[in-house]
């Protein structure tokens, strides 16, 4: 019975407090103690701070690495900040376009490995009918030549005889045109009277000069190149200035109605008359305006590429047609300091 009560009163008196290490008799004894000793308190206290800070150190090192970059391995604390680092990241695009290559080049691969021998076929039928092509055409080429050997001096010969034939027809038929015009217009009666003589002149030009009834406007550059690009041809160049004259005549001086709107007033001073844009009379002495009128509307350059063109046959130069065109174009180029030929000329057409 002693050994028990010594026995219990052992136990009772080993409760000892875990913070500050001091024994005691029964469990509400220690209860009491560690609720209000101060000493024990403290000690609780910053055992519970250093605790709190180890399982905060482990909570956030745990979210700190919770996501994590499989591109570049950088951490993130969320799902959605890992999502919107990968839509900007550098290294995600450069494994995608990588990737992408491979995939690429895989397929190319075997591309170029299915249809190897199926192009090496389209590559060998298509040299054959190529060859075969140039057989035919070597053949053919040759009998070609061989035809327009035998030919070519025949129809030389026929179209310099046609060209010279139509030249000479044009250049009639464009005279005949002028002379047709010049007689239906109407002529005044003029009596050859000494003591009149001079009254009935200036008559004449002033009922000459109420005749024109359309303007003429020299400044129009644009107009005269137009009608010298589609209307001059190689007759008026074989005409020299005088087929100049007559081209300005029928393709310019001409109203609608048939009447001269440029005329010559006194043949003896070269003296011409027209109605300029604005409706006002003006005088056109040897005919400069005229004469400038045509030449900066291209009548030069014109003439040169006919000339060239018509003195070609087959690429090679006819040299009689040279000499005779050459001859023609010399005065034409050199209208602006002498145009003696086609002034004369066109006197006599709009007199």
Request: one cysteine or more.
């Amino acid at each position: 019975m002693l050994f028990k009560d010594t026995e219990n009163k052992y136990k009772m008196s080993n409760l000892i407090c875990e913070y500050c290490k001091k024994s005691y008799s029964n469990k509400s004894s220690l209860n009491n103690h560690q609720k209000t000793t101060k000493k024990c308190l403290e000690i609780q206290k910053k055992l519970s701070s250093s605790i709190t800070n180890i399982i905060e150190v482990s909570n956030l090192n745990e979210i700190s690495t919770k996501y994590t970059c499989k591109y570049c391995s950088k951490n993130f604390t969320t799902k959605q900040n890992i999502k919107n680092h990968q839509d900007i990241c550098l290294l995600k695009k450069d494994y995608e376009i990588s990737e992408l290559k491979k995939y690429i080049e895989f397929e190319l691969l075997e591309i170029k490995e299915k249809h190897k021998f199926e192009i090496l076929e389209i590559k060998g039928n298509y040299n054959m009918e190529i060859e075969e092509l140039k057989d035919k055409y070597d053949f053919e080429t040759t009998e070609l030549k061989l035809l327009n050997k035998k030919y070519l001096e025949e129809i030389q010969q026929l179209r310099e005889t046609i060209a010279g034939l139509q030249g000479e027809m044009r250049i009639m038929s464009k005279s005949n045109d002028c002379v047709y015009e010049i007689a239906k217009q109407p002529k005044n009666n003029i009596t050859h009277n000494n003591s009149t003589n001079s009254n009935t002149t200036t008559n004449n030009s002033t009922n000459k000069t109420l005749n024109i009834t359309s303007s003429l406007n020299f400044k129009d550059i644009d107009k005269v190149k137009e009608i010298i690009q589609q209307k001059y041809d190689i007759t008026h160049i074989l005409g020299g200035q005088k087929g100049c004259a007559q081209f300005a005549v029928q393709h310019l001086l001409l109203d609608s109605n048939g009447k001269f709107a440029y005329i010559c007033t006194d043949p003896s001073r070269n003296s011409f008359k027209f109605k300029n844009e604005d409706g006002i009379i003006e005088k056109d002495l040897e005919p400069k305006k005229l004469t400038n009128y045509l030449v900066d509307g291209g009548l030069y350059e014109k003439a040169k590429h006919l000339a060239l063109d018509w003195c070609h046959n087959d690429g090679v130069v006819d040299q009689d047609k040279f000499l005779l065109v050459s001859e023609k174009q010399v005065g034409i180029m050199n209208m602006k300091e002498n145009n003696s030929e086609f002034k004369k000329e066109l006197s006599s057409l709009v007199s």
